[in-house]
Each structure stands twice: as C-alpha cells, then as structure tokens.
T-cell receptor, first 113, second 109 residues
Framework: NAGVTQTPKFQVLKTGQSMTLQCAQD?????MSWYRQDPGMGLRLIHY???????DQGEVPNGYNVSRSTTEDFPLRLLSAAPSQTSVYFC????????????FGPGTRLTVL | GQSLEQPSEVTAVEGAIVQINCTYQ??????LSWYQQHDGGAPTFLSY????GLEETGRFSSFLSRSDSYGYLLLQELQMKDSASYFC??????????FGQGTELSVKP
C-alpha cells in the first residue's frame, strides 16, 4: 500500500511550457484534491474531485486543468507555465465516508523560469 | 466566500502548554481539522471536530465552538519535535477542505 504518490518530485520549466503533474492513490479513495503551497503560506485548493468523471474548481483554479478518468489517478495539467506558478504542489485523497482524515502525497516542487 | 484566521507564529518552551486559535467564516460548515507540517514535508492529519467540544488524542487536544466559528489546538508537554507549522482547515459543502495560512510553532529548550 503506497498511499498517495506524486511524480515528479522536482521540475524546472520555462515560461510557456506545458506539463502534467501526476498523482495516484491505491486506497480506493473517492475524494482527491490538488493544493499549492507558496513560501510561508497555507495550502490553497486548486481543483478537486469527488469521484471518477467528476471534478470541480477550488480557490485558485486559473491556469490549471484536471481530469479524473479513474478512481486511482488525478493528474494536474499546466497548459502554459508562468513564473507565478512556481510553488510546491500537493495531491491529497480521502474516502467519501470519512469526513476528516485527508492523506497527502510528498509534493512536487515546481520552478518556472 | 470563506476565510480562516490563525496566528502566524507562536513560541513556547519545552514541557509547556500552547494553544493555537483558529476563527473561520464559511458556508456549509461540516467540521474543523488540524494538520501538522514539518519543514519540507507533507501535511499530516492531527484531529477533526464536527461537534462542539473537546477531542483529545494523546498530548494533543482540539476544541470547536460552532456558534462562535472558533476552534483551537492545544499541545501539552511540548517537545522539540513539535516545532512545525500547524494548519486549521474547514471542511464544507461538496467536500472541499480549505486551509488557513498556518501557525509556525517554535519550541525552545
């Protein structure tokens, strides 16, 4: 049981490049979320999903796309990276039946030059 | 909209008790969670309150007052390893978990 996994761990992009941050969980959790965390800041919700085929916007969705074709995977796409998207990105999951505990992945540290 | 407020920094000495407060404004409130994050690491779950009152888990306790839109995390018998950032988070309608900006706790010898 690997929990929530994220790849890559580190990434450097140039402005305008696109990329996909991968997130997978093997706990059969219905809920999955993406957060970004900037230095000295809390976690801000980008997008979330309550099940396969269902996604919704969080607090800061602009510049990011998501899809949820399977229960296990929840990739985050940056279509045209900007320096303002330099951040640490965390993916998280939790079961629908448990309203409290959310499990986080180890994070992806992204730098956009 | 929704907002959460918590102090940015708290300092305490080893063995002491510290309380981190959190006030929130949100619609469709379900519950208040607390998470711990050490430098460079992923947040980890500490506690959750859906009902008014105190929940105790070892050295950590969490309190919620729904009528006051207020909660706190109480850490007892502080240890050096408790130095970390602590986040309150509101669970609201649709399953969104929204975080506050975090409180950095420094434990001094």
């Amino acid at each position: 049981n690997a929990g929530v996994t994220q790849t890559p761990k580190f990434q450097v992009l140039k402005t305008g490049q696109s990329m996909t941050l991968q997130c997978a969980q093997d706990m059969n959790h219905e809920y999955m979320s993406w957060y970004r965390q900037d230095p000295g800041m809390g976690l801000r919700l980008i997008h979330y999903s309550v099940g396969a085929g269902i996604t919704d916007q969080g607090e800061v969705p602009n510049g990011y796309n998501v899809s949820r074709s399977t229960t296990e995977d929840f990739p985050l796409r940056l279509l045209s990276a900007a320096p303002s998207q330099t951040s640490v990105y965390f993916c998280a999951s939790r079961p629908r039946s448990v309203a409290d505990t959310q499990y986080f992945g180890p994070g992806t540290r992204l730098t956009v030059l | 909209g929704q907002s959460l407020e918590q102090p940015s920094e708290v300092t305490a000495v080893e063995g002491a008790i510290v309380q981190i407060n959190c006030t929130y404004q949100t619609s469709g409130f379900y519950g208040l969670s607390w998470y711990q994050q050490h430098d460079g690491g992923a947040p980890t779950f500490l506690s959750y309150n859906a009902l008014d009152g105190l929940e105790e888990t070892g050295r950590f306790s969490s309190f919620l007052s729904r009528s006051d839109s207020y909660g706190y995390l109480l850490l007892q018998e502080l240890q050096m390893k408790d130095s970390a950032s602590y986040f309150c988070a509101v669970l609201n309608q649709g399953g969104k978990l929204i975080f506050g900006q975090g409180t950095e706790l420094s434990v001094k010898p």
